[in-house]
């Protein structure tokens, strides 16, 4: 017999109460004042009923947490599933904008870099020009000069002229006859 106010180990591994705290009881046949100790022991089936319903309680109980964890989970993918599209739509939308803009800006740098080279080609076409208008007076004015003047006692003058971009030169020929 077990002691009291000690908790036995069960079979199964749980600790219950065997034995409920020593009283005194008077009265009844009970002069001397003497301790009576009462052991309350519950049966292996009150014991085996115990275990399924606390059994039961737990299943119930880990039933219930996995229906609410599978709520919060499906409210959580929905949520998610809205994130991600909505994300994915503003990605594509800012992906949009992102080559508007570059092509705008590419358009833009077309249209200045044409500009400036269609500047620099009038400006260097106008120049050329400028120059062999001047290389053409000159010409002229020579040609001019040497036709009028008449010199006897000089040989004949043959010229040759080779106009360039940046130049001019003139092949004088002096030929006596």
Same mark, same amino acid.
């Given at each position: 017999?077990?002691?009291?106010?000690?908790?036995?180990?069960?079979?199964?591994? +749980?600790?219950?109460?065997?034995?409920?705290?020593?009283?005194?009881?008077?009265?009844?046949? @009970?002069?001397?004042?003497?301790?009576?100790?009462?052991?309350?022991?519950?049966?292996?089936?009150?014991?085996?009923?115990? @275990? @399924?319903?606390?059994?039961?309680?737990?299943?119930?109980?880990?039933?219930?947490?996995?229906?609410?964890?599978?709520?919060?989970?499906? $409210?959580?993918?929905?949520?998610?599933?809205?994130?991600?599209?909505?994300?994915?739509?503003?990605?594509?939308?800012?992906?949009?904008?992102?080559?508007?803009?570059?092509?705008?800006?590419?358009?833009?740098?077309?249209?200045?870099?044409?500009?400036?080279?269609?500047?620099?080609?009038?400006?260097?076409? $106008?120049?050329? +020009? $400028?120059?062999?208008? @001047?290389?053409?007076?000159?010409?002229?004015?020579?040609?001019?000069?040497?036709?009028?003047?008449?010199?006897?006692?000089?040989?004949?003058?043959?010229?040759?002229?080779?106009?360039?971009?940046?130049?001019?030169?003139? +092949?004088?020929?002096?030929?006596?006859?």
């Amino acid at each position: 017999m077990e002691q009291p106010g000690r908790l036995s180990k069960h079979r199964e591994g +749980h600790h219950m109460e065997n034995c409920l705290e020593p009283r005194r009881f008077k009265g009844s046949g @009970q002069t001397d004042g003497n301790l009576i100790l009462i052991v309350i022991e519950d049966s292996e089936e009150e014991i085996r009923l115990k @275990q @399924q319903q606390q059994q039961q309680k737990k299943e119930k109980n880990t039933k219930e947490r996995i229906k609410a964890a599978k709520k919060i989970q499906d $409210w959580w993918r929905g949520t998610l599933g809205l994130d991600r599209s909505v994300l994915v739509e503003t990605d594509q939308e800012m992906d949009r904008l992102r080559q508007k803009k570059r092509r705008a800006a590419l358009i833009s740098y077309a249209h200045t870099e044409r500009a400036v080279v269609q500047l620099q080609s009038l400006v260097r076409m $106008w120049h050329i +020009h $400028w120059r062999y208008c @001047q290389v053409l007076n000159a010409i002229y004015i020579i040609q001019y000069r040497w036709q009028c003047h008449n010199c006897q006692t000089c040989a004949l003058l043959r010229g040759h002229c080779v106009v360039t971009a940046t130049h001019l030169q003139f +092949h004088i020929e002096i030929i006596n006859p």
